[in-house]
């Protein structure tokens, strides 16, 4: 086989066979073809696509190029949730101990990523101690014991989308969507779970900015998922404003703890509550999704939810009390107020630039090697729809810089539209995916 003769039947519209697939996939990671023909090769499928069946042989290939975790070491069925990410995603720091505590296990492998804020991992090492560079037996045998483990996903899990996405970053070919839906789900097929539940946002502040696009690839995910027999359901949801109100890694660890004692935002428990009834169901512990919601509620009411955290943050080394008394964590020295500069009501946050906000205060990283603070952000007043009068607060910068907190104010007053018109709200959960014959269980 000749990469020349790939890239050409598929520059003329051909559809690549499983075993050219893998014969480009295994070669290219083991170096044997040089990144020209894989760049060539991405921008042939950019432009002409990739059928179902191409789609899941890249994933295949890709999934079993490094190490793949086997989970069949711990009983019952084990259920992931990956979310595409967007601004205030604070989801899995709420949504796993609230799952666990009704008895699902979660074996859940994240990543820091580059963004506004870190991801999940950065999020959780706010806590003193708190540690993801664990070993296998460490993260099995904590799911095992107490229901859920979280670690840092190791460098040979599907090390050939590793090496095929940093060239897509430089070749203008990362936003196409089977490519898109093979990477997110090499590394999740990769993790082993039985079942993935999927969080795919939509709007300004997400990597899909329309819901067509949005539902698109939430359709090629699933059907990846479910074609390689793991359920797979997801779940579109709005990311047109931040979710909840913080956004910044320690704020929003801090309001992930309100909302497993019952005080969360609106927005957020909703979405929690929606993505946590599917991976009840998908494990088989509740009949439905309202039943599932109902326990859920259930052990957010009876402190349960709020125990799960505090044990797991004990079992992967962290300092547990900050669960109960999450005012010990350590917030930035500047805390300023951004007055309204009118009255009205808010039309239109351009979230992606409330991420870039925090951004600019040092909430995330610019490149892989960045160092973030985990203490700035920012805390929302006011959300699209809400009233406000001239000079009301529209939110709490907390900076630890006062050049960068001026900086912060002014690009958050241009993403902010206040009129004379009172907005209606979009609904959060635009679109649910479900593998077929989910209904007639
Ligand atoms: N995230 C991924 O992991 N891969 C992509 O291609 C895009 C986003």
């Not at 309001?255 to 088989?284: H, K, N, W």
């Not at 917030?331 to 906000?357: L, S």
Request: hydrophobic share 40%.
């Amino acid at each position: 086989m000749r990469m020349y003769d790939l890239i050409m039947k598929k520059r003329n519209g051909g559809a690549l066979s499983q075993e050219e697939i893998r014969y480009m996939v295994n070669s290219y990671t083991a170096g044997e073809i040089p990144d020209y023909q894989m760049s060539a090769m991405m921008m042939a499928i950019y432009f002409n696509g990739m059928t179902e069946e191409e789609t899941l042989s890249l994933t295949m290939a890709m999934a079993e190029s490094g190490d793949t975790l086997d989970l069949s070491g711990i009983a019952g069925v084990k259920v992931d949730k990956h979310s595409t990410g967007g601004v205030g995603d604070k989801t899995s720091l709420a949504l796993t101990p609230m799952v666990a505590a009704c008895g699902v296990k979660v074996a859940k492998m994240s990543g820091r990523g580059l963004g506004h804020t870190g991801g999940t991992i950065d999020k959780l090492e706010s806590f003193p101690g708190f540690s993801t560079e664990i070993e296998i037996d460490a993260f099995e045998r904590n799911v095992n014991e107490i229901g859920i483990s979280i670690m840092g996903q190791t460098k040979d899990l599907a090390p050939a989308d590793k090496k095929l996405y940093a060239l897509r970053d430089v070749t203008a070919t990362v936003d196409q969507i089977s490519l898109i839906a093979s990477s997110i789900m090499s590394k999740k097929l990769a993790s082993g779970a039985d079942a993935i539940v999927l969080d795919v946002k939509t709007g300004s502040g997400a990597f899909m900015k329309t819901l067509t696009d949005s539902v698109a690839l939430a359709e090629e995910m699933t059907r990846i998922g479910n074609g390689a027999g793991r359920k797979t359901i997801a779940v579109i949801s709005d990311m047109d404003q931040p979710l909840g109100f913080a956004v910044g890694n320690i704020l929003e660890v801090q309001e992930a703890i309100a909302t497993l004692r019952g005080e969360g935002p609106q927005d957020f428990t909703q979405l929690c509550l929606c993505l946590g009834s599917y991976m009840l169901v998908a494990a088989g512990k509740a009949e439905d999704e309202k039943q599932a919601e109902k326990m859920l509620k259930e052990v957010i009411e009876n402190g349960k939810a709020l125990e799960k955290l505090a044990e797991f943050v004990k079992a992967q080394g962290g300092d547990p009390s900050y669960v109960y008394q999450p005012q010990k964590f350590e917030t930035a020295r500047v805390q300023r107020e951004i007055p309204a500069p009118q009255a009205g009501y808010i039309q239109k946050i351009v979230c992606d630039e409330i991420g870039i906000c925090s951004l600019i205060l040092g909430g995330g990283r610019e490149t892989k090697e960045s160092t973030i603070d985990l203490s700035v952000g920012l805390i929302l007043h006011k959300k699209v729809g809400d009233k406000v009068e001239k000079g009301e607060s529209l939110a709490t910068i907390y900076a630890n810089d006062e050049g960068k907190c001026e900086q912060a104010t002014e690009r958050f007053l241009a993403a902010y539209t206040i009129t004379n018109v009172k907005k209606e709200t979009e609904p959060l959960i635009k679109k649910v995916i479900l593998p077929s014959g989910w209904n007639e269980r």
